[in-house]
């Protein structure tokens, strides 16, 4: 398990002095971001070897928002490598221990070269360990997220630089935050499954497809075309 400690800083929280959505995201992309640095197998090393992890799919319970100026700490662990995937979980605490957030997630080792998934090899997650830890007790989804047939569309959002990541795509949670402006402002999100299909780059439309059944709301982030580049689901409760 790698873990960090963090302070929920006033740049990061709403309008309600709460952690946001986009911010727990970051929390957690960060922890395994710096997981990899410390282990020298960050972004300059994937660069160098042509290699990227690409995220594609993400399920985040969140139990209770961290306010501004709360002691977090942000932990991740993989429990698992197949064939071209790697499976890792993360955590954040509060001070007591108790958790305010749950996350399961699914990656892919990409041949930038290439163009093509690749298979992980034994150098490719050396002090990672084999993914013998063991998974985070919670409730896991599946991966796909079914598409409703009826949905509302919303304005066109163009990708701008401030979506793009170093991996010259639009971050992945930007794409949850592109979907969570679309949702009602009196609702409160406690659970997001997220289903990566295509990479949107600067100067690419998204066009934005809304289904909603009772507390759940289906977001797909879509080409010209309609094809998917981002399906993100969200269950909300009344704040």
Known sequence: MYSF???VRYSEVDQNQELTTTGIINYLQDCSTFQSEDLHLGIDYLTA???AWWLSFWQIVIERYPRLGE???ISTWPYDFKGIFGYRNFTIRD???DYLVKANSHW???DTEKGTPTR???G???GYGVGSEEKLDMEYAPRRIKIPEEYQEAEPVVVARHHIDTNHHVNNAQYVEIARELLPEEIQIREIRVEYQKSAVLGDVIYPRISKDGETTTIALCNQEGAPYAVIWF???PR
Do not use: A, L
């Open 235 to 237: 269950r909300c409760t």
């Open 108 to 110: 892919f080792f990409f």
């Open 124 to 126: 490719d997650i050396r």
């Open 95 to 97: 001070k007591n221990g």
């Open 5 to 7: 400690d963090s302070r």
């Open 120 to 122: 992980v090899q034994e």
């Open 49 to 51: 070897h042509h290699r």
């Open 71 to 73: 002691p977090i700490t």
